[in-house]
């Protein structure tokens, strides 16, 4: 019997607020610990959190960049819970009432059940809560560092629409793009800003009931996610095919054995004992509230892509570089409005202005050079003014001096001769005095022409039109 797996992902992310969820402490990493907290971080009796409004807005934007419903109601819950990390003994979070659900992400991944190499995975809710502290595990001694505590938290949870460890590392990628796109989080894996659970069971091919979930918890790393769960379906298939009863149960994935190990038995929602947080009221956002929201709203890694290649015609690789790269893109855009060939300019911006800003240091907003000026420049080589070769040299100069090209080209001297008679002449020196190359061109040898074409170009300093010097050097040796 063939078996398939079923993956839902449970991702944690740490918003990008100033202060944490209740109260005013900072919300930083690296600080010494348990230096960012107070009393209500650290649970002591008779403390009143008040919620950070940016993280309700954030979770609601989130809501939004998800295509997520914005119910008109959302409660917070405690849910209850012992664990060192956890000073209140409870964590506040959303239960039944969260603030967004509903939604989906799009993403590029060609596999089962794709279309047009691109899947989707449905989001079941997007729930806002507190973050805890972190344990550290020392010889013979633990300690809590509570700096932690309170950091806004938002819980992105799946539905099982993940078949595999790849779609699986494509569906997070995809997920961070747009979490950073968006202004909610900076998604910095290392500070522990993201982490995520991972959902996995297996069942037969075919088959509508889902198998026995099996949480891997904690997972810091994207591959880490993925090695875990090409370990963990084998390992579940194997048990099923051998006879065993799977039961539900949390793992931990040790990433230097490279194997999942049981931590204990998983919990049911009826374990936490939730209850409606007395402290907080409920959150009831308005039309005028909603619409500010939506106007922090972006335009999204994959919107971004679609739009370079339907708007501008570039190809994908073209299309991506402007999708990952802001300021370039906008530059490629003032650029190319309007212009007949953008692909020429795209060419030019992604080969030739990329590679200076890399070599240079600089920022887009740093160059001398304007969009209007690569332009022109592009525009001079398509109309045959000056030869690709010599636009290389005047970029160069537009690099340094920020000088427009036509400027450069006049100073320098580097306008293209496109005079017949005089290409002419310079053919029929080049023919002359290459009489093994032009002997080897009548014989059959293409290859010879480019030869003389080359001399041609090198005695006229790059300024003869290549174009026409091609179509006379042909024309003379076929005589």
């Known amino acids: 019997m063939e078996y398939e797996a079923v993956i839902g992902l449970e991702t944690h992310v740490q918003l990008k607020t100033h202060s944490k969820m209740w109260c005013g402490c900072a919300n930083i990493f690296g600080s010494d610990p348990n230096t960012n907290v107070c009393p209500v971080c650290l649970g002591m009796p008779g403390v009143l959190p008040v919620a ?20 008109p109601f959302a409660k917070f819950d405690r849910k209850n819970y012992f ?6 003994n409870y964590q506040v979070t959303q239960y039944d009432r969260p603030s967004t659900a509903k939604g989906w ?42 700096n932690r505590a309170g950091v806004p938290l938002l819980e992105i949870v799946s539905e099982p629409d993940l078949n595999g460890p790849e779609m699986t590392y494509a569906y997070l990628k995809a997920l961070t793009d747009i979490l950073r796109r968006g202004g909610i989080s900076d998604c910095d894996l290392e500070k ?3 982490r995520c659970d991972v959902n996995v069971s297996v069942r037969p091919k075919g088959a509508t009931q889902l198998g026995s979930k099996i949480e891997i918890k904690n997972m810091n790393t994207f591959s880490g996610v993925r090695r875990a769960l090409e370990y963990e379906i084998p390992r579940q298939i194997e048990a099923v095919r ?18 999942t190990e049981t931590m204990r038995s998983k919990e049911d929602a009826h374990d936490y004992r939730y209850l409606p947080e007395p402290d907080l ?4 956002p308005t039309e005028p509230w909603l619409e500010e929201v939506r106007g922090r709203l972006v335009e999204l890694p994959l919107a971004r892509k679609r739009r370079f290649m339907g708007e501008y015609l570039l190809p994908s690789g073209d299309a991506e570089v402007f999708r990952d790269h802001l300021e370039l893109g906008a530059f490629f855009e003032r650029a190319a409005a309007g212009y007949k060939n953008p692909k020429a300019i795209a060419n030019l911006v992604i080969n030739n202005l990329q590679a200076h800003l890399v070599e240079s240091g600089f920022s887009v907003t740093e160059l001398k050079m304007t969009p209007a000026a690569v332009r022109e420049l592009v525009e001079l080589v398509e109309s045959g003014k000056i030869s690709s070769k010599i636009a290389q040299e005047v970029f160069r100069e537009m690099a340094t001096s920020g000088e427009p090209p036509a400027a450069i080209i006049d100073r320098k001297g580097w306008l293209q001769v496109s005079d017949i008679s005089a290409i002419e002449a310079l053919c029929q020196a080049a023919i002359e005095a290459n009489s093994s190359s032009s002997a080897d061109f ?6 010879a022409l480019n030869f003389l074409k080359g ?23 076929r005589e």
């Not at 998800?66 to 119910?71: D, R, V």
């Not at 051998?242 to 194997?259: C, H, K, M, N, Y």
């Open 52 to 71: 950070n409004a940016e993280a309700l807005k954030l979770t609601v934007l989130t809501g939004y960049l998800l295509n997520c419903e914005i119910p």
């Open 83 to 88: 664990y060192p990390d956890s000073a209140k």
């Open 105 to 146: 992400v799009e993403f590029e991944f060609d596999g089962p059940g794709s279309v047009d190499g691109m899947s989707r995975v449905r989001i079941t809710r997007a729930h806002l809560e507190e973050d805890v502290g972190k344990s550290t595990h020392f010889d013979r001694h633990s300690g809590v560092d509570f």
């Open 192 to 194: 522990g800003m993201l």
């Open 242 to 259: 051998r006879g065993e009863s799977l039961r539900q149960e949390t793992r931990r994935w040790d990433e230097v054995a490279g194997i």
């Open 281 to 284: 009221m409920p959150f009831v």
């Open 442 to 447: 009548r014989a059959g040898k293409v290859a």
């Open 455 to 477: 001399q041609v170009m090198k005695v006229s300093k790059g300024k003869a039109n290549p174009s026409l010097v091609g179509e006379i050097l042909e024309r003379k040796l």
